[in-house]
């Protein structure tokens, strides 16, 4: 937070200049295929992300030398079920986001837990959705369970030297104390969805940090639920 260039097209020209310069093994060819990654989602182009696909796969498919490279097949792969999500492959997305909660952040920082967290709710909240009620509790479990590592991990890789912190440490820590908040939430308000799913909604949707797709993306989940919904009535 706050550490990034904030000049979409000059960070997307860094991103594609540091591509053709790198290893492909390596941090430096992951930072750089997260990026546009990225910029693809936020301009609503996961239409476009074919090609992005193929390399993000081929990295994927990498065995991680060190924890920088984990770090960012950790993030492309969070960011590849963001992009199915927003092209509607819901079941496609589904999959991709139970990897990523499969992940371990701590084998780079435990602010890398929101990724890990999110994919887990996400995953809860379409499993949810589709009637697997006791799956969608193993996953918002699992988020739960992400954040409370996270928050018990060592300072040196979260707020860095406690006398002087990392000056977004505490904040990212934040957010993920508030993700899985809205794991918590979702858990225990399970017994409202049959009832009453809008109530329920309204007790999970609390979430205050992070992810600019969050709101747009529990809309698609709320579209989805309606659907069914309106089916059943029928």
């Not at 260039?5 to 390596?26: K, V, Y």
């Not at 993030?75 to 990897?99: D, H, I, N, P, W």
């Not at 589709?130 to 954040?147: L, V």
Request: hydrophobic residues 45%; aromatic residues 8%; charged residues 20%.
């Amino acid at each position: 937070m706050g550490e990034r260039i904030s000049d979409e097209q000059e960070l997307t020209a860094l991103a594609l200049r540091t591509m053709n310069d790198s290893t492909f093994a390596t941090p430096d060819a992951g930072a750089a295929l997260t990026v546009i990654g990225y910029g693809l989602l936020a301009q609503d182009r996961a239409g476009d992300a074919d090609d992005w696909r193929v390399v993000t796969d081929g990295y994927l498919a990498v065995s991680a030398v060190n924890p920088h490279m984990h770090r960012w097949q950790l993030s492309l792969a969070f960011c590849k079920a963001l992009l199915s999500q927003q092209q509607g492959l819901r079941e496609q997305a589904r999959t991709e986001f139970e990897v990523v909660a499969a992940m371990d952040p701590l084998l780079f920082s435990p602010l890398l837990s929101t990724k890990v967290i999110a994919a887990a709710f996400w995953a809860g909240i379409m499993h949810l959705t589709d009637g697997a009620k006791d799956t969608a509790a193993n996953c918002f479990r699992a988020g739960i369970e992400a954040g409370r590592r996270a928050l018990h991990a060592s300072d040196e890789n979260a707020i860095g030297n406690p006398q002087l912190p990392l000056s977004f440490g505490f904040q990212e820590l934040a957010e993920v104390a508030d993700m899985a908040s809205q794991c918590t939430a979702a858990l225990l308000n399970m017994p409202r969805f049959e009832r009453s799913p809008g109530q329920f909604w309204r007790q999970v949707d609390t979430r205050r940090f992070g992810l600019a797709t969050w709101a747009k993306n529990l809309e698609k989940e709320n579209q989805t639920l309606r659907e069914a919904l309106r089916r059943k009535a029928a």
